[in-house]
């Protein structure tokens, strides 16, 4: 890896920043690949996030901004042009500065999400599922859900007016998908994802209660700071698939990259180059 | 090196960066010694820098900041408090983060380009001293020579007034130094350092007329796009002893690293890392 004068960044910014990975996966890849842009992290606070996003987009050499908790869907209101994807979930994780000066944001998370689980066997299309937490990463991959035309899905935040709002937009683009929010029971779900960021600190409670959870449901993870979070392994110990917070990851990582305009290369190239473990 | 969410960050600010070294000669050290800190460069045009500098000085991890041209001296506005370096030289080129969330600017360029001449043997004390060019550089330049008691001094800039106010604050604060401003003639001066921008493109003009200069006078080159310049390939044809630009950034560099609050090596050691020629 050779920084210099001509390196492009792209700056990742949340709060906090000790558990990204991005870093450890896009960085090894640029190297590897002879792309000469970097991936920093910027710790950067709720709110001083108005004031550092566009100062940051300023920068010639600034080729975008990948977008993390707390920011994913206060960004909105930061930028020029959104995708429907991000307008749908209300969430977004990547921004571009258009030739005209203007911002674009999108989200594949919820694409990173099912992508994973499809290459794992399972198809969500006329299946139920539960999306636990309806912060930015719970609603990226709920519309990525209601886009597959599951059968039904459940919506659940402690927060009860993210869940509901969550609700009315996936209704109005999916009719046809049965949208229940108030009841976070796992209970005869086909799957079931934690969208929390319970299961980031040791002793945090799990997110849902996993005695109710049926050794033929499918469980995945977002929280990225250990694969087999206590959420993951109660499911495991239940007979439960899983798919942890990495695959999701490697799997929406080449549609970022290509959305930077950067050359893309496989999740599997990427887990390969990735420093995770390091 | 591994970039991961407790990198911190340097940002070196300035415009253009293409011909930037210090990432090419901080980042490899940084990487040998295992100091978990990145010299990012950031493309920033002068009307941007008052709203990019505050901004990234909110981020956690951005420990400080490396501001070059065009910068060095619209920096001293943003800035809570400076040391006696940048206020006699006017000219700033590190800024810092105190506990107290305020910023801090100093400068070492001039004590980088004194150690540099006072390693190849050429002490500035009672000698007479050219320095042309009187923006950042220039200015923190001769102020670093004024503290070695030159017997005299002449500053040349073609804005005059950038001349005439470097001249008045090293009177201010060296009396004993005779200052002149006005020449660039080199006829006669034991030292001439070019410290304007011209060197770095094909085809630039040399900065000073070097037909006049004597064989006896040391000549320094602040220009890092290329080591042997038009001008110093000039005066060393004429029997000049020279010092690149180079070597003045490695023996400025230690001095940053102190000031950043990182770990700190020689001269030698940095530049047997650095990377400038790959």
Redesign the interface.
Known sequence: ???????E?IAHLG???????A??IY?PYFAAAGINA????????TE?FA??L???F?????RGALVTMPHKVSVLRLLDATTPAVQIAGACNAVKRLPDGTLLGDQFDGEGFVRGVRGKGFDPRGKRALVVGCGGVGCAIATSLAATQPAAMALHDLRADMADGLARRLQQHYPQVEVTTGSKDPAGFDLVVNCTPLGMQAGDPLPFDVERLGAGTFVGEVVLSQAMTPLLQAAQARGCRVQVGTDMLFEMIPAYLEFFGLPATTPARLRELA?LD?
Request: aromatic share 6%; hydrophobic share 40%; glycine share 2%.
């Open positions: 890896m050779r920084i210099d004068g001509d390196t960044v709060y906090p920043t000790h558990s990204f990975k870093p450890l960085n970097l991936v920093v992290p910027m710790a950067c606070r001083d004031t550092v566009p100062a940051l300023r920068m010639d050499n600034v420093t390091a």
